[in-house]
């Protein structure tokens, strides 16, 4: 499968985005083709591409294996180019990659939006497969835990000298924004 963790599509803004950071209202992304940062409010709709699926005459198919049924035919390649090539040929290019669709409920719009997510993220650099993901995350990790032993200590003993000074106000209660007016 092709990993789309961070990656999202935001309603009425062309291209993909990756998520960044969270900020105070909402989150920060950054734009995969132009690279530029965002402010995205929460009131805005944002699809995660790894919560997408299309319908089949089955179960639901994650857009996950679907792009990956397309890098496979490609080989890691550029997909249908959807501004040039007419309805039908999108359909047939589609039908190739998932021959079992619900033919009624998935349109040609969406299969174009779906080829240019796909080339979107293989222009950016972006497409890659969730088992490379993995084992270098695995690696990482190993790593990581070798390194962080003889920091472990050191957090332990300033965990002891911070507990101190945290009993002495933790009976101080705070009011998160709740001002008392007015009488009883």
């Known amino acids: 499968m092709i990993d789309l963790k961070g990656i999202i599509s935001i309603s009425g803004q062309p ?3 990756k998520i960044v950071a969270q900020s105070k209202n909402g989150i920060i992304v950054e734009g995969l083709s132009d690279k530029k940062r965002v402010n995205v409010y929460a009131s805005t709709k944002v699809s995660t591409l790894s919560d997408i699926s299309m319908f089949t005459t089955g179960d639901d198919k994650p857009i996950a294996e679907i792009m990956k049924a397309i890098y496979d035919k490609e080989n890691g390649e550029a997909a249908l180019d959807t501004k040039t090539a007419d309805d039908k040929a999108v359909a047939a ?4 990659v ?5 033919k ?5 719009s969406n299969m174009r939006k779906l080829f240019a997510w796909y080339n979107s993220l293989q222009s950016t650099g972006n497409l890659k497969l ?9 690696e990482e990790a190993k790593e ?3 390194i962080a032993k003889p920091e472990k200590v050191a957090a332990k003993k300033t965990a002891t000298r911070d507990t101190a000074k945290a009993k002495t106000s933790a009976g101080v209660k705070k009011t998160a924004g709740v001002r008392k007016t007015g009488t009883a």
């Open 144 to 146: 990581t835990k070798a």
């Open 130 to 138: 969730a088992e490379e993901n993995a084992a270098e995350t695995t």
């Open 93 to 96: 290019y589609f039908e190739i």
């Open 104 to 108: 009624e409920r998935v349109y040609v």
């Open 98 to 102: 998932l021959p079992d669709y619900d």
């Open 15 to 17: 291209g993909l985005f």
